[in-house]
């Protein structure tokens, strides 16, 4: 059965608002280097779309990591399912993730990647919601701070449908 799913952020308004960022980012890594770690999979279309209107050099690297199971409540329990590549001694590490709900994921995330020796590191979200903070977390880079809704498209799923819309919707139940 098909669900109805309703606007929140067209494909336009996401669109500019990621070469936005990816100004900013430019300007902000000037003379560096920036080494994305894409957070899958939620990140992945958000990433591809970031990285390709980032103007210093940028390296790659994927990481999964699960708090969710199958439905749109927050188990609390985070863990690896997939870990980094290469290692961070010295990068510059921006992560990109899809979406901070209660920021439990990012805050393990963020601990954990400091303790692999990176230069810096920072945080970039395509959506935030902040009213459902638990965890705090320092977010440098955010596309769009929306209320307290479960989204899909662009990469965020509801049990794993619906990634590929091109827009931000609320699936209507
Ligand atoms: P947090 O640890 O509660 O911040 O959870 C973050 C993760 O939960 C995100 O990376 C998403 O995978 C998932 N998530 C949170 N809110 C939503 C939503 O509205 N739609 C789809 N996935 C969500
Ligand atoms: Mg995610």
Request: one cysteine or more; charged letters at 30%; proline letters at 3%.
């Amino acid at each position: 059965m098909e669900d109805k799913v309703r606007v929140l952020l067209t494909e336009e308004e996401v669109d500019k608002r990621i070469e936005e960022i990816g100004a900013q980012i430019s300007r902000d890594y000037a003379g560096k280097s920036v080494h994305l770690i894409c957070v899958l999979k939620g990140g992945v279309f958000f990433t591809c779309e970031l990285a390709k209107r980032i103007t210093v050099p940028v390296s790659l690297d994927f990481m999964s990591v699960s708090s969710y199971g199958a439905g749109t409540k927050s188990s609390g329990v985070v863990k690896i399912v997939k870990d980094l590549d290469e290692p961070l001694d010295g990068k510059d590490v921006l992560i990109v993730e899809d979406i901070i709900d209660s920021g439990r994921t990012l805050s393990y995330l963020i601990e954990l990647l400091h303790k692999r020796n990176p230069n810096s590191v920072r945080l970039c979200t395509l959506l935030d919601k902040p009213e459902r903070r638990v965890t705090d977390v320092k977010v440098d880079y955010v596309g769009f701070n929306i209320p307290d809704e479960f989204v899909v498209g662009y990469g965020l799923d509801y049990d794993q449908k619906y990634r590929n819309l091109p827009y931000i919707g609320v699936v209507e139940v």
